[in-house]
């Protein structure tokens, strides 16, 4: 059984585009990435999903079951964070914690007090006092505390600094590598790159490609930094040119002959030519559907 499986998933808001067509397959015990800019339809993706919002056309199903008919029972056995948190005035963040616990009938009181040591969540302060970042944590151990079999993260990390980034993800991979599926949505690439196995990128409201995360950067492509006199508008291929404190970057997908002679020809101190890193994958996916890189 897939955690998540659409077929034509569509929801438009009047005549305004929200997502087209979403096929998508994750598996069970996946931590699955779900990437694009703002905008591009991921959280609408997501509320459908979740049944918050009503798809216009196609199906879809979470753990196994209908987002039209069940939405009840997907709740009930998934953990949503969602990119913005909201909380009732006058809460603390035990209150908040006891809520969610509550609205699905479980006692999660041992596993919310172990979410706040290793977050550093302290129960007894006042939501409205806490930083965005700690509010942020509030929502985290709310959609981790009663286990979920299936973790639905937008933009989880906002706010949360380096440390706790880290400490987060180690919870997820802990959770991943005991059987829960994590999906993931998020514009930091890196995030992905660490810690997904496979990816979908959404552009316009459509996937526009999904695999695994090394073959989604298996495009060919090079990155490329130059330092001396080099103008690469020439080539055919050349895209996301850039000057730097370095020098001269800019991603490639031509003919590496048709590169190597322009080098060859051009008055260089030093070429650097790697492979590209998940940013430049990025690029290279809207580039080539007509994005400006």
């Known amino acids: 059984m897939q955690a998540?499986?659409?077929?034509?998933?569509?929801?438009?808001?009047?005549?305004?585009?929200?997502i087209e067509d979403l096929d998508l397959c994750v598996e069970q015990g996946e931590f699955f990435g779900f990437i694009g800019p703002n905008g591009a339809g991921k959280s609408t993706t997501?509320?459908?999903?979740?049944?918050l919002i009503s798809p216009t056309s196609g199906d879809a199903?979470?753990?196994?079951?209908?987002?039209?008919?069940?939405?009840?029972?997907?709740l009930a056995r998934v953990g949503y964070l969602p990119a913005e948190c909201a909380y009732y005035p006058g809460q603390r963040v035990r209150d908040v914690l006891r809520l969610s616990a509550g609205l699905r009938g479980v006692d999660c009181r041992a596993a919310a007090r172990t979410l706040c040591e290793r977050l550093q969540l302290d129960p007894a302060a006042k939501v409205e006092e806490l930083s965005f970042g700690n509010r942020k944590k509030v929502g985290i151990v709310?959609?981790?505390?009663?286990?979920?079999?299936?973790l639905i993260l937008d933009e989880p990390t906002g706010g949360?600094?380096?440390?706790m980034q880290r400490e987060f993800f180690r919870i997820l991979d802990e959770r991943c590598a005991a059987g829960s599926?994590?999906?993931?949505?998020?514009?930091?690439?890196?995030?992905?790159r660490r810690h997904c196995t496979r990816a979908a990128v959404i552009r316009d409201g459509r996937i526009i490609a999904c695999d695994k995360v090394e073959a989604l950067a298996d495009t060919g492509a090079r990155r490329v930094l130059v330092r001396g006199e080099f103008d690469p508008h020439g080539l055919a291929g050349v895209r996301g040119?850039?000057?730097?404190?370095?020098?001269l970057r800019f991603l490639y997908s031509g003919p590496m002959q048709a590169l190597m002679q322009a080098l060859g020809a051009a008055p260089l101190r030093d070429v650097q030519i790697t492979e590209p890193d998940l940013e430049d994958v990025f690029l290279h996916y809207y580039a080539e559907r007509g994005e400006q890189a």
Do not use: N
């Not at 499986?5 to 009047?14: H, L, N, W």
């Open 4 to 18: 998540i499986q659409t077929q034509g998933m569509t929801k438009y808001y009047g005549r305004a585009r929200g």
């Open 46 to 51: 997501i509320r459908t999903l979740l049944g």
């Open 61 to 74: 199903r979470v753990l196994g079951l209908d987002i039209r008919t069940r939405r009840r029972d997907i």
């Open 142 to 150: 709310c959609a981790l505390q009663h286990d979920p079999a299936l």
């Open 160 to 163: 949360l600094d380096p440390l």
């Open 181 to 192: 599926t994590v999906f993931l949505s998020s514009h930091i690439l890196s995030e992905v």
């Open 241 to 247: 040119v850039e000057t730097t404190d370095d020098g």
